[in-house]
Structure formats: C-alpha cells, structure tokens
C-alpha cells in the first residue's frame, strides 16, 4: 500500500531513516515550501533562501534517483500554508495509506504532528532521526540521576561510543579536552581563510526572486548570497575549511577581528543541520588530518569536540526538558529587546560589528553569539524569550533543538544552571582581550564608570548585584563577589549608577 514520506527542510540526505524505510516504486516523497515555517519566526531571508533552494536541488536528485516527488512551492496557487495541509493535500490526491516522516527537530512541529493521525484518518509513522550519535533514551540513560549535567563527560562517553580520537579505550594525546590552548586572540593578516562561497544557478536565482517578493520585510540581506546549497557544495566547503582554516582552529576559536567575519571557523553548521553534511562523517574526515600530520591535536579534537559534544549534548538536553524549558526565566528578566539587535545602530563597536555580520551573512561565530550579543543582553536584563526569539530568526544554521540551549541556557543562565556551572557573564575587558573592537568604539574599555565607559563594566557588577540572591552561593562566582564586596560604598554606588544611567536611555 502506498505512503507518503515527508521530508522536512532540514532532512535533506539520503541516508534519513524515513527514506531508508520507504520504497522508491511505490511510495510518494513529499516535499513543502510553506508559509508557516518560514514564518512562525520571520526568519532571515538568507536562511529562508537557503532551505528553499537546498530542498529544491534535493527534490531533483531524489527524483534523477529514481523517486517520485511531490513538491509544492510556496507560490503554487493550491499552497495550504502549513505542512499539517500539505500532508492533508497530498494524501487525498494520491490515496495513500500511510505517513511516515522522521522526527522533526522542533517540539513544536514535533507535538503538532501527534495530532496529525486523527485529522488524516491515517497512521502517521515518527521514526528516530539517526543522524545523532545519541539517541534520546541514549542522552536519558546518562542523565538519569545526575544532580548537573555537565558536557565533559557526557563527551567522553560520545568519544568511547565513536572511538574518534581513541588509543584503546584511552584519548589520544592522554587528555580529553585542550580547550585551555585554545583562547589565543588573532591578528588579521593577508592570507586569512575565506569559506567557501557558490554562484547562484538558476534554482537559486528563482528563490531569491521568490523570497525577496515574499519575505522582503524580514530581517536580513538577501544578497550576496554564496552559500552552498547541495551536498557536493557543502563537500567542497568542508574540504575548503580543512585546507585552509582547520590547523588554526583551536588556537583562535576564542578570538574576533572587526574586519575578519569567519577567522578560522568551519561556517559549516547550517550545511549539517540541515543535513547537507553529516556529522560524524565531518569528524572522520577531520580525525584523518590529525593523523596524517597535518592539523594539530588541539584543533581537531577542538572540532570534534563541538559537533559530537555540544552539538549532542543541546540536543540531549532540548528533548529532555521540552516543553518547560522554553518557558525559563533563572533572573526573572523583562527588558525588551534592544532595537539596536535589528539595526546594527550603536556605538558599541563589538555589538555593532556582530550585528551588522548577522544581518549580512546570517553568520557570526560563537564567541560572537556568547561573549557580545548574548553576554549583553543577559548583563542588561533582556527577557530570555525575545533572546531566543532573536537567535532562531537570525541564523542560516537556527533550529530550536540547537538554538534554545545555547542561548536560553548557555548564554543567558535561564536555566539556573542546568546546562552551564556558572553565567557567561563578563566585563569589557574579556572583549578587549579577545578581539579588536575596541580600537575604534567610542567607549573607553578601560574606564569603569560615568559616560566615557565601556557598558559592559558598569553593567557586569550590576547584574551580579541585583541577582546576588541567586548566584552569591554559586562555589564558581566567591571570588568575584569577595572583590565586589571589597569596594568602598562609593565606588560601588558608582558602578550601580552608570550602569543605571545607561540602562535608562537603552530602548
Ligand atoms: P565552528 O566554530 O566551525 O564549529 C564547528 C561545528 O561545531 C559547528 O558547525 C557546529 O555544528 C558545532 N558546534 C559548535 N559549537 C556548538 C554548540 N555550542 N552547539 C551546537 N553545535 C555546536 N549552533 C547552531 O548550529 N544553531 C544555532 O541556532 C545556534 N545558536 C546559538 C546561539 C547562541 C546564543 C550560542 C552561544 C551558540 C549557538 N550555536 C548554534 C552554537 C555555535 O555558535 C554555532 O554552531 C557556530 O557558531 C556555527 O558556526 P561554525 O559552523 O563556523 O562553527
Ligand atoms: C526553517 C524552515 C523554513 C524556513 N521553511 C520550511 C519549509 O517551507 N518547509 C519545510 O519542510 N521546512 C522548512 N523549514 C524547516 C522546518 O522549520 C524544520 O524542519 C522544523 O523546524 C523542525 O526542525
Ligand atoms: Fe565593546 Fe566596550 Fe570594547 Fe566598546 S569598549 S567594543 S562596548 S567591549
């Protein structure tokens, strides 16, 4: 009997169980630009472009595959709008008698599809995404009566599971993490690695009309657009990274450079989430540099740490706490999002440059998305909900299963802690030390207080005083409170009042 097998967005390999399952004579692969997905955040018109075009270019080699493929564009007079009425449509017009589709990477998708059978009248079939290293009751069984959950050990076991990096049952280079060689800060020279960048075909023109027509008023360039949007696209981009960027990986992971967007970054997480990459194959290719000399231990087992680790761990975390985690709010935070996160339009130079690449590229890398944006927005008390919400929009590579942790939990500390030890907050000087921005703001970094200071500083103690009640008996935060308490009453009253000064005029 005939099914329809749904292909999302971001499912777009081969090897996804939903296809592994399905029989190329006789089932319908279903594919959906809709208007609810690209709108249920109004996501950067880059990202947009994108997933559109990439599903497209899938669509074609599923069917040069030998697979017949129902895709509906988004301007197809007949569109529902949602996936739930694309299905609907597409199984009355072909008479199926069966859905199936692999899980989706967002609770929300995930909870409106338990619904799906009933309104169908059909079984709807959810299959595991086997793109993961851990599965869910995977991640469950690990964190199964732990008081915290930390990533370092959670990773040690993704390493012994894959044997990447692995002597035995032993790390190679007898240490686990070399995270401590990996926060040098760079210096732009001529010979910086670019990524990878693809001309538009003629699919991709067509996209970028559609978007620009449908989503102009979303935030974001729409061009230049160079990213990949096919499998042997995003190849070439790893093999790019590798040659180029892959031994500096670990040494500048940390650092950022106003004139310098990528550094030494893979710019490959939106080709592997949205499956044009996989994973663990990415973390193969990188281990066989270390091996053959020609990328040093740090930075491989920095890379692979990233994808098997984190990437893992935010989701294992995402699956076990949906749906209340969205809902967190550790420091109780109500402040609006500033309209300077849209604009760019600010004098500090680290969140201007950091947005302004965002805008542009739908990119910035993670010490960008930590330390600059996310840091200041938990410093000046920013609702952790319009954070994430900002985040999901913004980024080529954002679906909630990755974006949620990271940003309600690693960067704002919503959490409480569940996810980090202690809050990513810090001072100018952490910016100063890392990257060059401050050369050319307007603030002085060193200057602690009054008009000329760098926000950061006043706005660092005062978030640790207002939320002294929950973090003074973090073990992780003594010492910074010990030299708080330190201070005369004046300076401290100094602290407190320009970092309210600012936050009055901040909108
Ligand atoms: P590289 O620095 O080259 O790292 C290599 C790969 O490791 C990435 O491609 C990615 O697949 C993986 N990786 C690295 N760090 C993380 C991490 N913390 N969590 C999960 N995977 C990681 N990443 C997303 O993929 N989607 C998001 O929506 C997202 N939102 C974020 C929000 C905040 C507030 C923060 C602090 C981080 C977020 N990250 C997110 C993690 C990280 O910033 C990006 O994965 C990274 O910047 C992508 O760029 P890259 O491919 O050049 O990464
Ligand atoms: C992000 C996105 C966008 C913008 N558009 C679509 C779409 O039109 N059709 C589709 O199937 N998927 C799209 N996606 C990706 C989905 O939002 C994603 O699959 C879910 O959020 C689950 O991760
Ligand atoms: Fe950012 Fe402060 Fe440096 Fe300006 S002085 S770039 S605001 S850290």
Known sequence: QRRLVLILGDQLTPALSSLQAAD???????????????????????????????????????R????????QTLDDPDNSGSLGGEIARAAKQHDAAAVTVTEPGEWRLRDAMEGWSDALGLPVEILPDTRFIASHDDFADWAEGRKQLRMEFFYREMRRKTGLLMEGDQP???????????RKPAKSDLFMPQPAGFKPDKITKDVLKLVAERFGDHFGELGPFWFGVTAAQAEEALETFI???????????????????????????LYINAGLLDPLAVCRRVETEYHAGRAPLNAVEGFVRQIIGWREFVRGIYWLKMPDYAGENFF???????????????????????????????YAHHIQRLMVTGNFAMLAGVDPKEVHEWYLMVYADAYEWVELPNTLGMSQFADGGLLGSKPYAASGNYINKMSDYCHSCRYKVQQKTGEEACPFNPLYWHFLE??????????????VYRTWDRMSDEKRADYLDSADRFLEKLV
């Open 24 to 62: 190329r004579q006789r089932d319908i692969l279903v594919m959906a630009e809709v208007v609810e997905e690209a709108t249920y955040v109004r996501h950067h018109k880059k990202k947009i472009a994108f997933l559109f075009s990439a599903m497209r270019h899938f669509a074609e080699h599923l």
């Open 172 to 182: 190679i280079g007898g240490k686990w993490n070399f995270d401590a060689e990996n």
């Open 64 to 71: 040069s595959d030998g697979w017949t493929v129902d895709y």
């Open 243 to 269: 040659e180029q960027a892959l031994p500096k990986f670990g040494d500048f992971q940390d650092a950022m450079l106003t004139d310098q967007r990528f550094l030494y970054h893979s710019i490959l997480s």
């Open 332 to 362: 109780n935070a109500k402040r609006a999002l500033p309209d300077f996160y849209w604009t760019a339009e600010t004098d500090m130079a680290c969140l201007r440059a950091a947005i302004m690449q965002t805008r542009e590229e739908a």
């Open 466 to 479: 207002r939320n002294g009640d929950k973090l003074r008996g973090n073990p992780r935060l003594g010492q």
